[in-house]
């Protein structure tokens, strides 16, 4: 499969395009990665160098690739962080041209905004963009739980709060809406977390435990891996099933290194076979 990533990168760590690539190569995916924003590391960290993309670059280097006339082998594309609210237009167009040379291309969007715990950390605009233009002509958003309850109007605490805001997004327009970080803590067990994938007439979820460890890229990890996996199969909830595992692998290897960036290259066989497989289940 080849698939268009037009997102962050960054030259230590991994988020963007920087957690995407390799995991999606790693699976036998060819990938064209596109970079809307080039820092040194994720800010997170407080500091970083580096700029965001304009306009301009990113649509000739979209160009560029469209000019060796591969897009009709383009099989999906993948958007994630911007940088700016004006480069959205730019991942929408790159959309419509691949979709015109291959009908059977889909989009896959996730809407990078921001966190439960830090709130929005992207410019102004960029959630409106997401919510009015960008999820209405995707065929999978994958928004976390705060990002779905922005997108939905909704609170998505408990697992039926989030069926029904997936619901609704799906309302807007997606076929799929994946939601990642549901985290669930009773007092007879520990705390864990979910993911749910919601479409017409089911809906699958995939529960782990919570590991306390660095998590910045691993949404992006997430986002490519249940795209490769549904690509292929398109079974959702063995894409949800196999990219789960995966990310609790990697979130595993990362907190056993006891660092702060996700070890997905240490963890890069079981990102093709997990350890420990969590199975899906339905619920409806």
Not at 24 to 36: F, I, M, S
Not at 56 to 78: N, S
Not at 116 to 140: S, W
Request: proline fraction near 5%; aromatic fraction near 8%; charged fraction near 20%.
């Amino acid at each position: 499969m080849n698939i268009l990533s037009i997102q962050s990168t960054v030259a230590y760590g991994h988020v963007g395009n920087s957690a995407a690539v390799f995991p999606l190569q790693r699976l036998g995916h060819e990938v064209w990665p596109v970079n809307t924003v080039q820092f040194s590391n994720h800010p997170a960290y407080g500091d970083w160098r580096g700029r965001v993309s304009d306009t301009t670059e990113l649509a000739e280097i979209i160009r560029g690739v469209a000019e060796r006339g591969v897009l009709a082998r383009c099989d999906a594309v993948l958007s994630g962080y911007l940088g700016d609210a004006a480069l959205g237009e730019v991942v929408l167009d790159a959309v419509a041209e691949v979709r015109a040379a291959n009908r059977r291309a889909i989009y896959c969007c996730d809407p990078v905004m921001g966190s439960i715990d830090r709130g929005f950390f992207v410019r102004p605009g960029i959630p409106e963009f997401f919510r009015e233009r960008a999820v209405p002509k995707a065929d999978i958003v994958i928004p976390n739980a705060f990002e779905l309850e922005y997108l939905s109007g909704r609170p998505a605490a408990t697992l039926e709060d989030a069926l029904a805001a997936a619901d609704m997004v799906r309302g807007m327009g997606p076929s799929w809406v994946v939601v990642t970080g549901l985290r669930r803590a009773a007092a007879d067990k520990e705390e864990t977390i979910a993911a749910l994938a919601v479409g017409e007439g089911e809906a699958w979820a995939v529960e782990t435990p919570y590991l306390e460890a660095p998590s910045n890229g691993a949404g992006d990890a997430f986002s490519a891996l249940f795209l490769a996996h549904f690509l292929v199969s398109r079974e959702t909830a063995e894409a949800l099933s196999r990219s789960v595992s995966a990310i609790y692998a990697i979130m595993a290897a990362t907190r056993e290194a006891g660092v702060s960036e996700l070890q997905i290259v240490a963890a890069q066989d079981q990102i093709v076979r997990p350890n420990e497989l969590f199975k899906a289940e339905r619920l409806r």
